[in-house]
């Protein structure tokens, strides 16, 4: 058997066919392409251009193994759908021909298996056509009617490596598939199919089990009707659960149970399996007997699930999963719902206990979704001889009521720090609403949390449901976008491995993209929105709102870097920085100034607010006094000598401050958040080129056709708030005060009380030179924040800041030096 020679060829065949479900001219030019190279009839005598297509299918499923094959079946159903009314149809014709040619290619590879120099191949290649064949049945069984006897002999191929479950599994996959639909199929060949799969489900493990039971249920149920056949199985393993249930009641140290674990694991398994695809309650089954089947095996199941050894409470719960199924309204009794949520919400609780609950909620929703779908191709063909009634009410009812008792639970899920969990948790959730059975914005907050995941797949899928949302309920998104901002903060902390490392909310990669920033893609097209939103963020850091502080660090990372694209974004921005900062701050200076001691020497009644301001805590006021009272021009030579009395000034507030250093803590954790919004401010003002000018000038209210032009962005221009970091590193809300912190922190409010001094910058001198209050300013800024590079952390002078703006593109109006 031939290698095959065109491996390139196979890996942009993948690469292209991944495509499939692309935008509508993309998934065109795939389907014409495969259309051409794979579902085009091939000349009966050109077998080596058959063997070539037939190699280049199968080596494209094998590479796909790991990712799936949801690509085939898409492209297999668009292409035979687009002919459905053509009256020439190549795709079908090409089909036949494939899946011909595919079973004379097993054939070949199984003669050459005992040639043990090129087994593995084969193997692969067995493997590689079986699975095509098993695909093309999905897509249209009726091509495999014909072969279905050729195929039922590998029911009983030894298994020895892994290759060999995968057959077997494959076969039984197809023969569920295509034996319903033969007509007249012999006697000897259904009792032979029945006697294999049974043989199969008694001699292996859980994949094959699975699938063989499957294949009974389809042959039993809808061709032999041999129920006996299937009672004798139940019977079996349902006995012995039962004997091993009632001897560990007896004695619950007994050995017995850890003796006989192995068939306790595979009845609990089987069990579970059987009632999915059998109704035991059925006549057929029971007979005439009273007993309520399906309330025994939940009893059986239930008591297993409570074991001390995890493995069987995980066998039990996958058992009440496949139960579940056949008998959706079990879902509903108490000791199911307190075993689930308990599971789900337990922090405690085993990960692979949390996993199987996920995946069984996964599973039924997902065969609920096969359901609807047959019922609905069903109606189709009947809908014109019926009444106009909708099919499948029922049970989405049924599974709509299921999905509400579990949301919250599967929702919290999303803090788990196993990424697993966090996987499962959003594949219900996407199932749920893709189902509609949930009204989506009570999700909306959570996938905006899930959008942050660090795996690219997961993030993904949560934008995508989001968008689909969107497209669906428009406002929705806004709406919840702040809760969302919010709760993927939480997500994040439950995600961090290192707690000592404060939560940070943008990506550690060249791109240090905001973590948030297809949430905020979403919302900046409508400008009422965004600004909502931005403003919503920007209240955060309010000293009312008592946000924790690596919450606000969190949101700032998010606001440095998200992708704006007009100046109108960032100004916006800046401007309610300014008026938080002014409303914020002097609430701060205020609460600090009340809880200091004041100096007697100096108690006397200030015959203005800023005369009791300096009185009470800068130990200089007649200094301060002359300073505000002299003009601008002598004031700036005043300030550039104003260095020396820092440590007077220091040393005086020292004096004032009371015993208990609680508002000193109070004063460092508030003020964070005005630092974060300074140094916001500064990232912004640096990474886009304004200058201060421009910052004041700008008004929200005026036309948005102003500010519409794109942003200059600079590069290298990095957000660190040093402060902040160092802040939240030290844990200083929660250690012991040193005089050396209390010295910084005092500093730090001095800085402030500077700052809030010369909050609105005034207009250049005559001259060109900067005004002092200005270098005040600025020199206050770069004290608060750490020094460091004007780059990254201080104000520029006004100069670098104009040129900045003539760099940035500036607006019209800008004032003549």
Request: with cysteine; charged share 25%; aromatic share 8%.
């Amino acid at each position: 058997i031939e290698q095959p020679t065109f491996p390139k060829i196979t890996e942009m065949c993948v690469k292209m066919i991944r495509r499939v479900n692309d935008e509508e001219g993309i998934k065109k030019l795939v389907n014409e392409t495969f259309q051409k190279l794979w579902f085009t009839p091939t000349p009966h005598h050109d077998k080596e251009a058959m063997t070539r297509k037939i190699l280049n299918i199968t080596d494209v499923v094998a590479a796909c193994r790991d990712t799936g094959y949801d690509w085939f079946e898409q492209l297999l159903q668009n292409l035979l759908k687009s002919e459905e009314d053509a009256s020439y149809k190549p795709v079908k014709k090409a089909c036949t021909q494939l899946v011909d040619n595919l079973v004379e290619h097993i054939l070949k590879y199984e003669e050459s298996l005992s040639d043990s120099d090129n087994k593995g191949v084969n193997s692969g290649r067995l493997v590689a056509c079986i699975t095509t064949l098993f695909l093309f049945s999905k897509i249209r069984p009726q091509l495999m009617v014909k072969h279905a006897m050729t195929m039922q002999p590998y029911l009983t191929t030894k298994c020895s490596t892994q290759n060999d479950f995968m057959v077997i599994c494959n076969v039984a996959k197809i023969l569920e598939l295509v034996v319903p639909l033969m007509e007249h199929p012999s006697e000897t060949f259904l009792a032979t199919i029945e006697e294999d799969l049974m043989k199969l489900i008694i001699k292996y493990g859980m994949t094959v089990v699975q699938h063989c039971v499957s294949c009974l249920g389809a042959v039993v149920n809808k061709v032999t009707q041999n129920y006996k056949f299937v009672w004798a199985c139940f019977n079996r393993y349902y006995g012995a659960l039962s004997k091993l249930k009632n001897q560990h009641q007896e004695d619950p140290n007994s050995t017995i149970l850890t003796a006989n674990k192995p068939a306790l694991l595979r009845s609990l398994f089987t069990v579970g399996a059987l009632c999915r695809h059998f109704d035991f309650d059925q006549e057929d089954f029971k007979g005439n007997s009273k007993v309520n089947i399906k309330d025994k095996v939940l009893e059986l199941l239930m008591y297993f699930t409570k074991h001390s050894d995890e493995e069987v409470q995980t066998k039990a719960i996958i058992g009440l999963g496949f139960a579940f199924i056949q008998h959706p309204s079990l879902m509903f009794e108490q000791e199911v719902k307190t075993l689930y949520n308990s599971i789900l919400s337990d922090k405690n609780c085993s990960v692979n206990l949390k996993i199987q609950v996920l995946k069984n909620l996964q599973t039924y929703l997902q065969e609920e979704d096969t359901r609807m779908q047959q019922a609905d191709r069903d109606w189709k063909k009947v809908a014109k001889q019926e009444d106009l009634k909708e099919m499948g009410d029922i049970s989405s009812g049924m599974s709509s009521s299921i999905m509400q008792l579990y949301l919250k639970q599967v929702l919290e899920a999303f803090f788990h720090n196993q990424s697993s969990v966090r996987h499962f948790a959003l594949n219900v959730i996407a199932l749920t609403l893709n189902q509609g059975l949930i009204h989506p914005v009570q999700c909306v907050p959570y996938l905006i949390a899930m959008g942050t995941d660090p795996e690219p797949s997961m993030r993904n899928k949560a934008d995508q449901q989001l968008v689909e949302i969107d497209k669906k309920y428009a406002g929705f998104i806004h709406m919840k976008a702040v809760a969302g901002m919010k709760m993927s903060y939480q997500v994040q902390q439950a995600i961090n491995t290192c707690p000592k490392d404060p939560v940070r909310g943008f990506r550690h990669d060249e791109s240090s993209s905001a973590l948030c920033s297809h949430l905020y893609s979403m919302i900046r097209g409508n400008r009422q929105h965004r600004r909502a939103f931005l403003i919503s963020l920007l209240n955060l850091f309010d000293d009312t709102a008592k946000t924790e502080v690596n919450m606000l660090l969190y949101i700032a990372d998010n606001l440095a870097c998200f992708p704006y694209q007009t100046q109108e974004e960032p100004l916006f921005i800046m401007h309610h920085i300014d008026i938080t900062l002014s409303v914020s701050g002097s609430n701060l200076l205020q609460s600090f100034k009340e809880s200091m001691v004041k100096d007697k020497k100096k108690d006397r009644k200030p015959s203005s607010e800023e005369e009791s301001e300096s009185d009470s805590n800068s130990g200089s006021g007649s200094e301060s006094e002359a300073e505000a009272s002299k003009p601008r021009r002598l004031r700036k030579r005043v300030d550039s000598d104003s260095d020396s009395d820092e440590e007077n000034d220091i040393n005086a507030v020292m004096k004032c401050l009371p015993e208990n250093s609680a508002p000193l803590i109070e004063f460092a954790n508030v003020s964070q958040g005005i630092l974060l919004l300074l140094m916001l401010k500064q990232h912004l003002k640096n990474l886009c080129g304004f200058s201060d000018s421009k910052i004041q000038k700008y008004s929200p209210s005026e036309s948005a056709k102003v500010y519409d032009k794109a942003i200059n962005r600079k590069t290298g221009v990095h957000f660190h708030p040093k402060q902040t970091l160092d802040f939240l590193r030290s844990d200083m809300a929660n250690s012991k005060i040193t005089e050396e912190v209390k010295r910084s922190i005092v500093k730090q409010y001095l800085d402030f009380k500077l700052l809030m001094e010369h909050l609105d910058p005034d207009e250049e001198e005559e001259d060109g030179e900067v005004s002092a209050s200005t270098n005040a300013r600025n020199k206050a800024i770069t004290s608060l924040l750490g020094g460091g590079s004007p780059k990254n952390n201080a104000a520029e002078t006004e100069d670098d800041e104009s040129d900045g703006e003539d760099r940035g593109g500036g607006t019209s109006g800008v004032r003549r030096r």
